[in-house]
């Protein structure tokens, strides 16, 4: 079964440091890789994906993520956050067949506050 | 234009009712879901349709009865409501092996 572990449940940084959220994941083969972000009230806006190729992935808004599968981590980053970044940040995997295939498996969030 | 829309956006009822959250896509996506994310934010599959047809269907009381009428809605229908089933319903969507969409959410609060 697939799982997704988000060591950080609330993490605050000052505008402009850099930032890193961790995402560990169990999966019995290469699984899709997502972050999501929701911001109160909203639905999730998908930030970034990873399916194959380059480990290293772009997203929006400045956001990176990075697949480490020696140690099952897909841990986003982002260089120099701003205030609008505060929000809940949601790690998911995916299965790429099979019969969860199209099921998303979410970690449990972790809440970014932002001081200025 | 609303991509992935819910309705409504907030629904309060009493224990023992039925009721209904529909969702439709904008986007020609050919899959569906639906996620329930409780009070602590955990988020989690409930269903998923592609095209019209049944594929994930977790460990969801039967209470819980979704019905696809074409690929570009998906209903959720639930009775006799609990205290338990409180919490925002997610519908999403997206072609298949692609990311998915999500809806703004449904917050459902029995009393």
């Known amino acids: 079964a697939q799982s997704v572990t988000q060591p950080d449940i609330h993490i605050t940084v000052s505008e402009g440091a850099s930032l890193e959220l961790r995402c560990n994941y169990s999966?019995?083969?290469?699984?899709?890789l997502f972050w999501y972000v929701q911001s109160p009230g909203q639905g999730l806006q998908l930030l970034l994906k990873?399916?194959?190729?380059?480990?290293l992935v772009q997203g929006i808004k400045g956001f990176e993520a990075e697949f480490k599968r020696s140690q099952s981590s897909f841990n986003l980053r982002k260089p120099s956050v701003h205030w609008s970044d505060a929000a809940e940040y949601f790690c998911?995997?995916?299965?790429?067949?099979?019969?969860?295939?199209?099921?998303?498996?979410f970690g449990q969030g972790t809440i970014l506050t932002v001081h200025p | 234009d609303t991509a992935v829309s819910q309705t409504p956006k907030y629904l309060v009822t009493q224990m023992g009712n039925d009721k209904s959250i529909k969702c439709e896509q904008n986007?020609?996506?050919?899959?569906m879901y639906w996620y329930k994310q409780d009070s602590k934010k955990f988020l989690k599959i409930m269903f998923s349709y592609n095209n019209k047809e049944l594929i994930i269907n977790e460990t969801v009381p039967n209470r819980f009865s979704p019905k696809s009428p074409d690929k570009a809605h998906l209903n959720l229908h639930i009775n006799s409501l609990e205290l338990g089933d409180s919490a925002v319903y997610f519908c999403?969507?997206?072609?298949?092996?692609?990311?998915?969409?999500f809806g703004d959410g449904t917050r459902l609060s029995i009393l």
């Open positions: 998911a995997v995916g299965a790429p067949g099979g019969t969860s295939y199209g099921k998303l498996t």
């Open positions: 999966y019995g083969a290469t699984p899709y």
């Open positions: 999403a969507s997206s072609r298949t092996g692609q990311p998915q969409h």
């Open positions: 990873y399916f194959s190729g380059d480990t």
């Open positions: 986007l020609g996506h050919d899959t």
